[in-house]
């Protein structure tokens, strides 16, 4: 039985992993800043909170780091802590930059102190490219990030290069684009649109109020991208890898999926306000997740349209008043 350790379980990408690792029959601990205090919500949901093992590790510290990797003795340590909201990075630079690089460089130096043939996988983001025009960015288009989160992002990515080719760790990022899932914050733009789509269906009167409507992304389901995450670290060879469904879609499109799955037009609810526009934003992400298919055998198995749509419906079936 192979043991792993998730660093951020607590999230949408770390409680999908949790379920995907039970499955192949792994033994799975879970990393949270205060695990006696933290709810773990999403693990709740997916039926398999009792199934893990959670312990208190602070990835700012190292010393908190390598005592809990001496503890758990994992084979696969899966780092997807730190601070995960773009938006939020423009208010709080300073706690994403550590958060997530350094985390990233705790979990690595830690690995490297150990000296046992730990395989650890690094949470990146497209974020790190920034805006590509309408090049599809791969392993080999040159980073310039546009907002905090991605400059931290990006920071990582090379810290797990440098430990990869340095020290020869057997370490990996995944540059994932945008996923989505039921599990999502309202934070998260999606997730907003969903939850007000489905009050307005219920009733409300209100009106969901947007930035920039126009953006586009790559969308794709989140428990189809923890499977390419799990992939990565059963190849003999470290690499990194752009997990994406290669199809670009605006903001605008999905809104217009989520509202029509509830049976109304968006353009009746929906308002565009410039003062909720990013200083620096993205306006069109594509991507070119070749590599990933030929070399993991892994390619996305649901489209912008299909996951907006099992949003909405997973929406309405928790708001449903629950029989006794």
């Known amino acids: 039985m192979k043991t792993a350790l998730i660093c951020g379980i607590s999230g949408q990408d770390g409680a999908y992993l949790a379920k995907l690792l039970l499955e192949k029959g792994y033994q799975v601990y ?12 999403n693990l ?18 190292f010393r908190s780091v390598l005592q809990t990797l001496q503890k758990v003795q994992p084979d696969e340590v899966y780092n997807l802590a ?15 930059l550590e958060s997530i690089s350094i985390g990233t460089l705790n979990l690595l130096e830690s690995i490297r102190f150990t000296n046992r043939p730990i395989r650890f996988y690094n949470a990146g983001s497209s974020e790190c490219f920034g ?15 546009r907002s905090p989160y991605g400059v931290a992002k990006a920071a990582a990515f090379w810290q797990v290069a440098n430990y990869r080719e340095a020290y020869q760790l057997h370490a990996s990022t995944g540059i994932l684009f945008n996923h989505e899932s039921p599990l999502r914050p309202e934070r998260f733009v999606t997730q907003k649109i969903v939850s007000a789509a489905c009050r307005i269906a219920n009733g ?9 409507v126009d953006i586009a992304r790559d969308w794709g389901w989140a428990p189809d991208y923890v499977e390419a995450m799990w992939r990565m670290l059963q190849q003999e ?11 670009t879609h605006t903001l605008k499109e999905f809104i217009a999926v989520v509202f029509e799955q509830v ?3 968006y353009e009746e609810h929906v308002v565009s306000d410039s003062q909720l526009f990013r200083p620096t934003d993205i306006a069109e992400g594509h991507a070119n997740p070749a590599k990933a298919k030929q070399l993991l055998g892994w390619q996305a198995r649901h489209s ?18 629950q029989l006794a």
């Open 30 to 41: 879970g990393g949270s800043r205060d695990a006696q205090m933290s709810s773990f919500r």
């Open 44 to 61: 709740e949901r997916l039926g398999i909170r009792e199934a893990i093992q959670v312990v208190s590790v602070s990835i700012n510290d």
């Open 82 to 96: 730190g601070q995960s909201s773009v938006g939020l990075s423009f208010e709080q630079p300073v706690e994403t």
């Open 131 to 145: 805006d590509t025009g309408t090049l599809a960015a791969d392993e080999h288009t040159p980073f310039r990030p």
């Open 204 to 212: 409300s009167n209100e009106k969901l109020t947007l930035g920039n």
């Open 237 to 247: 060879q470290a690499d990194d890898f752009v997990i994406a469904t290669g199809q």
């Open 263 to 265: 049976g109304l037009k």
């Open 304 to 321: 912008m349209e299909t996951v907006a749509k099992m949003m909405v419906d997973a929406a309405l079936i928790r708001s449903r008043p």
